[in-house]
């Protein structure tokens, strides 16, 4: 079992930005893909990023350019750095673990699959005009 938490959503103007944290703790594996997801009121969950064991990353083709994952493996933290944030960009922002194949099928793919076997509660952000 794997537990994962989020944290550092908020509110913030356009233009602004905001870091995510993941922590991930439990029966956690060496080889892995995590993946953060959003979902806006009314819409489904979408990917936004991934990051596998091998530090490869993929990103939501919209994204590229504003938003930054990474992870640091000494406190087993995933991260979200989001800049340039824009109205558009406000959603519950969710981490997510799973088999290293979650991450291949996405760069192979060009799209996160919503197939992980663990969630967090989410976090939201808010960006206003």
């Known amino acids: 079992q794997v537990q994962l938490v989020e944290s550092g959503g908020g509110s913030v103007q356009t233009g602004g930005s905001l870091r995510l944290s993941c922590a991930a703790s439990?029966?956690?594996?060496?080889?892995?893909?995590m993946g953060w997801f959003r979902q806006a009121p009314g819409t489904e969950r979408e990917g936004v990023a991934s990051f596998d064991s091998d530090g490869r990353t993929t990103y939501a083709d919209s994204l590229k350019g504003r938003f930054s994952i990474s992870k640091d493996n000494t406190k087993n933290v995933l991260y979200l750095q989001m800049n340039a944030l824009k109205p558009e960009d406000t959603a519950m922002y969710y981490c997510?673990?799973?088999?290293?194949?979650?991450?291949?099928?996405?760069?192979?793919?060009?799209?996160?699959?919503?197939?992980?076997?663990?969630w967090g509660q989410g976090t939201q952000v808010t960006v206003s005009s």
């Open positions: 439990g029966n956690t594996n060496t080889s892995y893909c």
């Open positions: 997510a673990a799973g088999g290293r194949l979650l991450c291949a099928m996405a760069r192979s793919s060009g799209r996160l699959s919503r197939s992980f076997s663990y």
